[in-house]
């Protein structure tokens, strides 16, 4: 059965955010959520940002989580969705692991080579044969078949027993929630993408170019654009699209007025459609402004950073963030590749990922029946996360 795409005002889903609230709402209570709010008067630009916040959250988690969109529902299901998404990551006594090491795991299945995720370089030339991980299955999309892959990229937080070792700090990167499983797994897909390019970025500055904002047509874009720069505040688009052939669009916002180093803000999306990784990019901005101004969140350990370096300082360490850059392409140099079907907007992204040597792209599904809301962890091998751990550098970004 192909899942059909019928919503596609500034996203591209199933089923409308506000339909996603309704359905959802009464499930807050059941992951631990208390309170939903709506922080959008908190920032003068007046962009929808909501929070949802769960105390009972496992320790190194955090408990207030961020939702984003053109519109209060957007954002509003953005929160909710991401609180689901949080509570369905910890683990459970219900789930399914194995212990073992990975000359044992070999001997119940095919496994993903610990080593393939990027470790630490501490691990680079370790001999971890014999060393004792926590597995689960995950399915994958390429092959048809399932592979045991470490809990430690599963879970988050991974808190596990003292007889089983982690290899690097979990994240979040890969987990996605969706009206049905499918839209779960392409917007995990597109998160790992996503990490991904702005990695290659970080590393070699290769994948860039600045956008022409004057070349953008939609009206939505450019009305959200004058939300920002009518307050003082400059918007900065870049294509940070890489090797692999998904646009990843990035926006920075500089707030001139407030000249706050804090506020130098940053979001970045990946979609199929150009203009809808520019609406994720740029409403990241809003949530991110929010967030920072809200205080309430458990993260905010890099903008206090920044306000400690100063305005002016931040901007040079960022340069490539901020500076206007003589030559420009135009939004229609980037090709939308996307359809009114879920299934054949992964094919598209699958067969992107195939050409360039990828071999597996894996989920664990984390569906809880208590909750019902679909919710999946993508494990993409090989894939770059430098930008969310720097201590887990790969080796793709020497292919750009």
């Known amino acids: 059965m192909t899942e059909k795409l019928t919503y596609f005002k500034g996203t591209h889903r199933v089923i409308a955010p506000k339909k996603t609230v309704e359905i959802n709402e009464d499930k807050l209570k059941t992951v631990g959520i208390t309170r939903v709010a709506d922080i959008t008067d908190l920032d003068r630009i007046g962009m929808p940002v909501f929070t949802a916040i769960r105390p009972t959250a496992e320790d190194g988690a955090i408990s207030i989580y961020g939702g984003k969109g053109i519109s209060k529902d957007h954002a509003k299901a953005s929160a909710m969705m991401e609180g689901f998404e949080r509570y369905s990551a910890e683990k ?183 203009e809808v990784a520019i609406l994720r990019a740029l409403t990241e901005v809003a949530q991110s402004r929010a967030t920072q101004i809200n205080g309430a969140r458990e993260d905010t350990v890099r903008a206090d950073f920044a306000r400690e370096a100063g305005y002016e300082r931040m901007k040079r360490i960022n340069k490539y963030y901020f500076r206007q850059e003589e030559e420009q392409i135009n939004l229609s140099d980037i090709e939308n590749k996307s359809t009114t079907s879920i299934d054949e907007d992964i094919d598209i992204v ?39 751990d720097p201590s887990r550098a790969g080796y793709r970004f020497l292919k750009v």
């Open 350 to 388: 699958k067969e992107e990922l195939i050409a360039n040597d990828i071999k597996h792209v894996l989920y664990t599904d984390l569906t809880r029946p208590e909750v019902d809301v679909s919710v999946v962890r993508v494990i993409i091998p090989e894939m770059e996360v430098y930008a969310i």
């Open 92 to 274: 459970q006594e219900s789930d399914d692991t194995i212990f073992a090491t990975p000359n044992e795991i070999g001997e119940k299945g095919e496994y993903i080579e610990p080593k393939s995720l990027n470790l630490p370089q501490k691990f680079e030339k370790a001999d971890l044969g014999d060393t004792r991980f926590e597995w689960n299955l995950a399915h994958d999309i390429i092959t048809g078949n399932d592979y045991y892959v470490l809990s430690n990229a599963v879970f988050h937080p991974y808190n596990h027993d003292s007889d089983v070792e982690s290899l690097f700090k979990s994240n979040t990167n890969g987990l996605a929630s969706g009206n049905v499983l499918e839209e779960a797994i392409l917007h995990g897909i597109f998160e790992v993408i996503e990490r991904d390019a702005w990695s290659i970025f970080e590393m070699t500055h290769k994948n860039y170019s600045q956008i022409n904002i004057d070349s953008i047509e939609s009206e939505l874009i450019n009305e959200i654009i004058d939300k920002f720069e009518s307050q003082g505040i400059k918007i900065k688009l870049m294509d940070f699209t890489a090797d692999i052939n998904i646009p990843t669009i990035a926006a920075s916002a500089d707030d001139t007025v407030t000249r706050d180093a804090g506020l130098l803000t940053l979001g970045i999306g990946t979609h199929l459609d150009p």
